[in-house]
């Protein structure tokens, strides 16, 4: 066998050497692959957590901002937080950030049949409608002068009768000015 | 003006990072910057408000630019070098052996779920009532007022009722939140997020420099599929943020431990410090952790060490409460008592308290099935654990867990019932446990030796 052809041999054995490594590591790769697949789908269908990270948590939400994803800041929390965040947004979007509001008793809003579980919590209403000053009417060092604020926060009719002005008295929920215009 | 904000946080965390060592890895150095570099902001931001400083983004901006030349004048050298050694890498040397498709499978994954969770955290507003009524409340007022005593204060220095004690928790979550406010944004619920992605970048690099490549990502894995820890990435509440400072503290003091290298003790306080500057009651963690380092520094000799690692992991603490006092500010439940101050012996009350925490943990709806594999992992090592094998490891995790649920034994119930303190306040705080939970899982010995040769077989070193 002349030299040319030895090298030319010792050269294919080296591609087929080179070649028979990246096929063991390939394997090797889709072997460990596999096992960790196999893992992983049991500790999914077995753990009921794990089922609820992914399905729930990850797929679903993802699900949810592709199919709603232009919707404003304020029918988010409205979709988290009703009927508490559509009432508070109707006062913030229906007032200035230097206005004043009156708030009605605390004790009016705990007990409430209309599932508003967040009005009494003076920490929650006022991050909602901050920078507006806010006030519950039990809370005032003064409750005749409601006039140093400029509006009531309606809320189940209460606050008609505290202003000195004719009202109609046409909403149970509503924002009314402390002052007639 | 926020993504400027951030970046000139990055480079004060990076500078401090060097100061700590300059030997850390990019990956490390990458991952650590923001989560140190903030809360040194927010820590400027209680100073400002003592000093009676107006906060607003431009000041901090100004305070971190003056650090970080401060923290680099000595530098310039080693910066040039580092940056011209940077332009000498040749990619086209990385060896693509080394990688392989469990690893890389692992960290796609890790990417899609964080990539979920952000996008749910950054799409809905804040809406979780501790933080509607607490952190993000108080974050608004500060970027609003430039104070941390601002108007959610009454003239006797109380609290907004309906706050609980959320808004006097020291001010490194709702800083941070003033900071997104500050700088324009309208919510800063991407706070939690830039959080949590760092925080996992800085797990898998800390751990990386205990186990494999797989093994970190395995651990890292592992910590973003306990769901509950998870969920909180899309919730604006404290319980994620500290458990980030906790995990990477107690795993950074177990590298000091087990590699007697004095940067991750260092590393280790300034985590655990942050860890005490996002909750007061992350003080059991530092106590636990303390203990550890007091026993080491002892028995080495390192007295200097232990000095510094105390004095760092209770400063923000004693700042806090110092803040506090200055300012006379109260919680808005002022008069509830939250502790019982004397040690007692309730066999019903412990007996209690265990039915309730094993009700939460052993819930695989909550935890997934991180404390089966770990238990399993504890039951597998029994014999290195019988030859004192990481047992400082073991003794972090479990001395730290038993303090800390011994602290719950010490809670007054009188104002709320145990089992409603064990289902929200315990259950969120467990998450401080998670990424050592996962940790011990891929690094005990057993796992190690493992991991080892499935990377040798599966670069084909075998």
């Known amino acids: ?181 | 003006m926020f993504t400027i904000s951030l970046i000139v946080f990055f480079l004060l965390g990076l500078s401090v990072v060097n100061l700590i060592s300059k030997d850390f890895s990019i990956g490390e150095k990458f991952g650590y910057s923001l989560l140190i570099g903030i809360p040194i902001n927010t820590f400027f931001i209680m100073v400002l408000s003592l000093v009676g400083v107006k906060v607003t983004a431009v000041t901090l901006l100004i305070i971190s630019i003056v650090l970080i030349i401060l923290l680099n004048i000595k530098n310039v050298n080693w910066i040039t070098e580092s940056i011209s050694d940077a332009k000498k890498i040749n990619l086209s040397k990385i060896n693509f052996k080394n990688y392989h498709l469990v690893w890389l499978s692992l960290l796609l994954i890790t990417a899609y779920i964080t990539y979920g969770i952000s996008a749910k955290n950054l799409y809905w507003p804040t809406f979780a009532f501790d933080s509607v009524a607490g952190y993000d409340l108080m974050g608004k007022v500060i970027a609003a007022e430039g104070s941390v005593f601002n108007s959610l204060f009454n003239e006797s220095g109380k609290a907004v009722a309906g706050s609980a004690h959320r808004i006097i928790y020291p001010p490194n979550m709702a800083g941070s939140f003033a900071i997104a406010y500050m700088n324009g944004l309208e919510l800063p619920k991407i706070m939690i997020t830039i959080f949590f992605v760092f925080f996992l970048i800085s797990l898998y690099f800390l751990s990386k420099k205990y186990n494999t490549k797989t093994g970190a990502a395995i651990i890292v894995f592992l910590t973003i599929i306990t769901p509950e820890m998870t969920s909180h990435a899309a919730l604006s509440l404290i319980n994620l943020p500290q458990a980030v400072f906790v995990g990477l503290g107690y795993i950074a003091v177990w590298l000091w431990i087990s590699n007697n290298d004095r940067k991750y003790l260092i590393l280790s306080a300034v985590f655990l410090a942050i860890n005490v500057w996002t909750r007061s009651d992350g003080i059991v963690f530092n106590f636990v952790a303390g203990l550890a380092v007091l026993y080491f520094c002892v028995k080495q000799k390192t007295y200097k060490d232990l000095v510094i690692f105390s004095s760092l992991v209770l400063f923000p603490f004693v700042a806090w409460y110092g803040f506090m006092a200055v300012y006379n500010i109260k919680a808005a439940v002022e008069n509830q008592q939250l502790l019982v101050t004397h040690l007692f012996w309730d066999p019903e009350k412990l007996r209690s308290l265990w039915g309730s925490v094993k009700f939460v943990l052993s819930s695989m709806n909550y935890y997934g099935a991180i404390l089966y594999i770990f238990f399993g992992a504890v039951a597998i090592n029994l014999y290195n654990i019988y030859k004192k094998e990481q047992l400082p490891l073991l003794f972090l995790i479990t001395f730290s867990w038993l303090t800390f649920t011994l602290f719950y034994y010490q809670i007054d119930y009188s104002w709320d019932s145990m089992q409603n303190v064990i289902s929200y306040s315990y259950k969120r705080a467990f998450f401080c446990f998670v990424p050592m939970l996962a940790f011990y899982i891929a690094s005990n010995k057993i796992s190690l030796n493992l991991l080892n040769k499935f990377e040798d077989f599966v670069t084909g070193k075998s």
């Open chain 1, 1 to 181: 066998m002349s030299k040319k052809n030895r090298t030319k041999k010792s050269e294919k054995e080296k591609v087929k050497k080179q070649e028979s490594i990246v096929y063991k590591l390939v394997l090797r790769n889709l072997i460990s692959l596999a096992v960790l697949a196999l893992v992983i789908y049991l500790l999914y269908s077995n753990v009921p957590g794990y089922n609820w990270l992914w399905n729930g948590l990850i797929k679903g939400n993802l699900e949810t901002i592709r199919t709603y994803p232009d919707l404003t800041r304020d029918i988010k929390f409205e979709y988290k937080e009703n009927p508490d965040a559509g009432y508070v947004n109707f006062i913030k979007n229906n007032t200035s950030d230097t206005s004043s509001i009156v708030f009605p008793p605390r004790n009016l809003l705990i007990n409430n049949e209309k599932g508003f579980k967040r009005l009494h919590t003076k920490a929650w209403i006022t991050y909602t409608l901050y920078p507006r000053r806010v006030e519950y009417y039990n809370e005032l060092p003064d409750t005749n002068d409601l006039e140093s604020f400029d509006f009531i926060a309606v809320f189940n009719y209460w606050g008609y009768d505290k202003v000195s002005y004719p009202t109609n008295r046409a909403n149970e929920y509503y924002l009314i000015p402390t002052k007639a215009k």
